[in-house]
């Protein structure tokens, strides 16, 4: 009998596949060893140990694997990272303010240094059948969490503090410093600060949240690595607790964009620039 041509090969096997409406590539799959897939189904726990809030792509990251296989795992076994979505906190008062008259300034801006564009913005904790707010400020060229602070009332004072907190740790000043209209950021005190640094004072549309997105996502992350917070005994506890968790997404946690930690990437910036000599 004579041979089959690999052409002659060919145009069996795309017609064996069409009659089994599959795709030729699929006649030469070969299933991965369960073996394989439990080992992996381990390496991709333990990463959840440590990152329970970690989606296919950043464990892949972490395990320097390709991110369909590692999606693939974590459906077959069911592995699930941490999800909780956040109501945002918005003044009834604010609502009813007028447009202010900042425009957003960074709408189509596009970073390639740190200090060029600050953002900051506030949220509320449940603890003890209460809230605290955590205000936080971010370099959107590092997504680095630069300044904080905490209290229990959110009047202008919060967003003073963070504020002046990232100013003593970069030892530097942005550009322009992005937030919404919420009234303590409108705040003479708070405006006059920006005003006397020289610094651009850029702000959201009203109830537009997706606008300041950087930290609408951070915070999003943060309640999830933060956890429950109402079984701590004081204040003093908290504040603990919401330091290491920022440490933490500085210094440890992946970002996706960045596909590294924040500190970590600003580190090797800070690198590259200096050999550029720029």
């Known amino acids: 009998m004579a041979q089959k041509t690999k052409e002659e090969t060919k145009q069996t096997k795309t017609a064996l596949a069409a009659k089994l409406g599959i795709s030729r590539g699929m006649l030469y799959y070969k299933h ?6 439990e080992k992996l189904k381990v390496e991709i726990e333990k990463v959840l140990v440590h990152h329970p809030a970690y989606g296919h792509r950043r464990i892949a990251m972490e395990l320097s694997l390709n991110r369909k296989r ?3 795992i974590m459906k077959k076994f069911h592995l699930m990272p941490k999800r909780r979505r956040n109501a945002r906190f918005v003044k009834p008062d604010d609502l009813k303010k007028p447009e202010t008259g900042y425009i957003n300034e960074i709408e189509k801006f596009c970073t ?8 900051g913005d506030f949220t509320h904790i449940r603890f003890q059948n209460s809230w605290v707010y955590l205000s936080t ?9 630069i300044g904080w602070h905490l209290s229990t009332n959110h009047a202008k004072d919060l967003v003073i503090e963070a504020f002046l907190d990232a100013l003593d740790k970069r030892r530097n000043k942005p550009v322009y410093f992005h937030s919404d209209q919420g009234s303590e950021y409108e705040s ?3 405006l006059k600060l920006l005003e006397n640094q020289g610094i651009i004072i850029s702000m959201s549309r009203k109830s537009s949240p997706w606008e ?11 309640k999830l690595d933060l956890g429950s917070t109402n079984h701590y005994q004081d204040l003093g506890e908290l504040v603990e607790v919401v330091a290491k968790t920022l440490y933490y997404y500085n210094n440890l946690r992946i970002h996706t964009r ?3 930690a924040p500190v970590k990437f600003r580190q090797d910036r800070e690198y590259l620039f200096k050999e550029m000599g720029t």
Request: proline share 2%; net charge negative; hydrophobic share 35%.
């Open 32 to 37: 991965t060893k369960p073996a394989e897939d």
């Open 70 to 72: 590692v999606r693939r």
């Open 112 to 119: 390639i240094r740190a200090n060029i564009v600050w953002v």
């Open 137 to 145: 400020v971010m370099d959107i060229y590092t997504r680095e969490i």
């Open 188 to 190: 003479d005190e708070y």
């Open 212 to 222: 300041n997105g950087y930290q609408e996502s951070f915070y999003s992350g943060f």
């Open 258 to 260: 960045l596909k590294t």
